[in-house]
C-alpha cells in the first residue's frame, strides 16, 4: 500500500448502543507476535510529520502494528479490528464504503462514544464484498490527515495477473480545520448573495436547461455565481506527496495495473488524467461498473475509482495526475518502469482542471444492479445554502424514516450553487435518475449534484439505525448539510 496514514475535532460522544455489532472498550490490546485466528487486527491512531513544501507538518496516522497504514481484507471474511487511539484528543473512524451494523459505524454520538486517549475499542462484523473503500475520522481531524486505505480483495482480484497501485489524494493547509472555518464563517465572497427558499425555488427549472451539468462559474442575472473552490490550500497531496516531490511507483514494461483511487479530500474535487496510458474505469465507490474507456476521470470527496491500465512494452515513465477543479494546481504520483526517465512536473498545470458535471454519471451502467421491485416510500430532499453566512442545510430530512425490506427513492435537487458530493451511510444505492430523466446507473455510496442538479437514488432498507446521510464537504457537512435516515425500530 505504500506511504499513507491520516486525520481532527468536531463533534460529542454518547452512550454506545449494542446490536449485533461488538464494540467493547479494551483496557490494554496485546498484539502476539504471531496473531491467532481469534486475534483482532490492530489499528492504531497516532502522530506522525510530513514534509510539505520544506516545511514539516504534524498530522495523524492509522496504521497497523508494523507501521503500514491502512488495512487490506478478504472479502466475505470478518472485519475484526481493535482500534487504539495514542493522541491527546477524543476520536473514532468511519469505515466508509462497508456497511457495518449502526453501533460500528463511526459518527460521534450516533451512537457510539468517542474513542478516548489510550483507549481500544473492538469492532467485529462481516466486511462484506470486494471493493476500493477507505476510512477517515467523521471530526474535522478529517483536515490533519487522519484518514487511510480500507482495501477489501475478492478472491477474483488476487488471482489476476494485475498490480494494485493505491493513491489517496488530500488538501493539505499548515492552518488548523478550525481555522479554516472560522475564515469561511467570517469571510463571504465578494458579490455573492444569500440564497433563500424563494430564490431557490425560482431557480429549479434551470437543472433541465443544462446538459451535463457542466458548469463553469457562470451565472444568470439576479442570482449568484457558481462557488468552485471555497477553500485555496497550501499543498494537494498523493500519498502525502506533493507533485514538486511524488511519488515513483515502479511497474513492469508491458505489465497491467489497477489504480485504486480515493478522494480523501475535505474540499476539493479532482479529475484523475492518465495522460500517454490509455484507462477503463471498472469500478465507482467499490462496486463493478461496466467498463467506461478515457483517460480523464471525474471524483469528488468521498468517492473512489478503480483504473485499470495497460503498460506498453517499451516501458517509460507516466504521471498520473489529479487535477484541481477549477483551478491550475495538480497532485499525482508516476509509475514507472526500471531505468525510467522521470522528470520533473510543474505543480500548476497549463490548463484550469475541469469542473465537475454528471456527464460520467450518465453514461456508468452497473455490473449488479439493485433488483427490480416496486418501490415502497419515495422522499424528496433539497441542498439549500447561505454563502454569506457559510451555512448549509438539507431541507426535507425530518420525513426520512423508513421501515425494514422496504424498497426506497430519494429525490435530491441542489438549489445552492456550490457542488455536493452526498454519502449516505450504511447502505450502497443505486443512480436510478439525473436531471429527470430515468437511468440505470451505477450502484455507490457517494454522488455528486453539481448545482441547479438533481439526482434519484434507490436503495433496500435492509440495516436498521439511524443513518447519516451527508455532503462529504466537511465544512459543509460540519455547518449543517446532513441528513438522517432513521428506521422505524432500530433494535
Keep these: 500500500m505504500k506511504r499513507r496514514e491520516f486525520l481532527n475535532d468536531l463533534m460529542v460522544g454518547a452512550a454506545l448502543l449494542g446490536t449485533s455489532t461488538i464494540l467493547t472498550p479494551m483496557r490494554a490490546f496485546a498484539q502476539p507476535a504471531t496473531p491467532k485466528a481469534s486475534a483482532p487486527r490492530a489499528l492504531s491512531v497516532g502522530y506522525r510529520t510530513i514534509d510539505v513544501k520544506g516545511r514539516s507538518a504534524r498530522v495523524f496516522g492509522l496504521v497497523q502494528m508494523d507501521g503500514r497504514p491502512g488495512l487490506a481484507l478478504d472479502a466475505g471474511s470478518e472485519f475484526d479490528v481493535a482500534l487504539s487511539s495514542a493522541i491527546d484528543e477524543p476520536t473514532l473512524i468511519h469505515w466508509h464504503g462497508l456497511t457495518p451494523p449502526w453501533a460500528a459505524d463511526g459518527v460521534p454520538a450516533n451512537p457510539a462514544a ?29 483536515q490533519n490527515l487522519l484518514a487511510a486505505p480500507l482495501i477489501v480483495r475478492t478472491a477474483d482480484d488476487l488471482k489476476r ?53 457542466g458548469m463553469t462559474g457562470m451565472a444568470m442575472p ?97 504521471p498520473v495526475l489529479a487535477l484541481r477543479e477549477g483551478a491550475f494546481q495538480r497532485t499525482g504520483i508516476v509509475l514507472a518502469t526500471a531505468a525510467a526517465d522521470v522528470r520533473r512536473i510543474p505543480v500548476a498545470g497549463e490548463a484550469e482542471g475541469p469542473v465537475l458535471g454528471l456527464d460520467l454519471e450518465q453514461r456508468l451502467r452497473p455490473v449488479r444492479p439493485l433488483a427490480a421491485r416496486p418501490v415502497d416510500q419515495r422522499f424528496e430532499l433539497s441542498l439549500t445554502g447561505d454563502m454569506a453566512a457559510y451555512t448549509w442545510g438539507v431541507d426535507g430530512a425530518d420525513g426520512l424514516i423508513v421501515k425494514r425490506g422496504q424498497r426506497i427513492e430519494v429525490t435530491i435537487r441542489n438549489m445552492s450553487m456550490m457542488a455536493h458530493p452526498m454519502h449516505l451511510h450504511g447502505h450502497h444505492f443505486q443512480v436510478v435518475g439525473i436531471n429527470g430523466a430515468p437511468v440505470v446507473g451505477a450502484v455507490r455510496d457517494t454522488v455528486m449534484l453539481p448545482p441547479m442538479a438533481s439526482v434519484v437514488l434507490a436503495f433496500d432498507a435492509d440495516n436498521p439505525g439511524r443513518w447519516p446521510l451527508h455532503c462529504h464537504h466537511l465544512y459543509h457537512m460540519a455547518t449543517g448539510m446532513m441528513a438522517y435516515v432513521t428506521y422505524h425500530s432500530i433494535g
Design 114 to 142: 468517542l474513542v478516548r486517549p489510550s483507549e481500544t475499542r473492538r469492532y467485529t462484523f462481516p466486511v462484506g464484498a470486494g471493493g476500493t473503500h477507505w476510512m477517515h475520522a467523521h471530526t474535522l481531524q478529517e
Design 222 to 318: 439576479g442570482m449568484a455565481a457558481m462557488d468552485i473552490n471555497d477553500i485555496d490550500y497550501d499543498a494537494y497531496l498523493a500519498n502525502d506527496r506533493a507533485l514538486d516531490d511524488p511519488e515513483i511507483v515502479r511497474v513492469d514494461k508491458g505489465g497491467r495495473v489497477r489504480l485504486r483511487i480515493i478522494n480523501g479530500a475535505t474540499a476539493t474535487a479532482f479529475t484523475i488524467d492518465t495522460g500517454r496510458l490509455s484507462a477503463e474505469l471498472v469500478a465507482v465507490d467499490g462496486q463493478n461498473v461496466e467498463a467506461v474507456a478515457g483517460t480523464t476521470f471525474p471524483v469528488a470527496m468521498g468517492q473512489r475509482l478503480d483504473i485499470r491500465l495497460n503498460l506498453p512494452k517499451e516501458g517509460g515513465a507516466f
Design 161 to 213: 495477473d494485475e498490480q494494485d497501485v493505491i493513491v489517496l489524494l488530500h488538501d493539505f493547509s499548515f492552518l488548523s480545520a478550525e481555522e479554516l472555518l472560522a475564515k469561511l464563517k467570517g469571510n463571504a465572497a465578494p458579490g455573492v448573495m444569500p440564497m433563500d427558499h424563494g430564490s431557490m425555488n425560482g431557480m429549479a427549472g434551470m437543472q433541465h436547461m443544462m446538459p451535463g451539468n
